[in-house]
């Protein structure tokens, strides 16, 4: 049987959110809806590399990121969505890992983000792993 997460977030009239236990979760009254979509997505991500990486043997320090998406309407049914996401993420991970260990933790992670693989456009993820992009090395 598969694993099952379960969450839970209450808006409140005042737009005050909370989670599942109570938790106030300090969200700028400024962010719409999207903004809160693209963060999930960098989170995400970074979760899931963190997750893959300590079961591999390896350490996640710092990490930061950014995304940019193209939100428009799709031609069959003329609804809004995420027609583009362009993820850029840069890691530390100790100790490097070597190039084909990096290729399959990367993957894991991209494959393994249920919020990128949520949306109906795959995201693109561009990573930068210890100052050097995750292409070149």
């Given at each position: 049987?598969?694993?099952?997460?379960?969450?839970?977030?209450?808006?409140?009239?005042?737009?005050?959110?909370?989670?599942?236990?109570?938790?106030?979760?300090?969200?700028?009254?400024?962010?719409?809806?999207?903004?809160?979509?693209?963060?999930?997505?960098?989170?995400?991500?970074?979760?899931?590399?963190?997750?893959?990486?300590?079961?591999?043997?390896?350490?996640?320090?710092?990490?930061?990121?950014?995304?940019?998406?193209?939100?428009?309407?799709?031609?069959?049914?003329?609804?809004?969505?995420?027609?583009?996401?362009?993820?850029?993420?840069?890691?530390?991970?100790?100790?490097?890992?070597?190039?084909?260990?990096?290729g399959e933790l990367l993957t894991k992670a991209e494959r393994d983000c249920f919020v990128g693989s949520s949306l109906t456009t795959k995201p693109r993820y561009h990573w930068?792993?210890?100052?050097?992009?995750?292409?070149?090395?």
């Open positions: 049987m598969a694993r099952e997460l379960h969450y839970a977030v209450d808006l409140a009239a005042g737009g005050e959110v909370r989670d599942e236990d109570g938790v106030a979760l300090h969200v700028p009254p400024e962010w719409t809806p999207e903004h809160l979509l693209l963060a999930a997505l960098i989170r995400c991500a970074l979760t899931s590399l963190r997750y893959h990486a300590e079961r591999d043997g390896f350490v996640v320090g710092a990490t930061s990121g950014t995304v940019h998406a193209l939100v428009t309407r799709r031609e069959p049914d003329e609804r809004y969505t995420v027609a583009q996401a362009d993820v850029e993420l840069d890691v530390e991970i100790e100790p490097q890992p070597a190039h084909d260990e990096l930068t792993v210890n100052g050097h992009s995750a292409d070149d090395l």
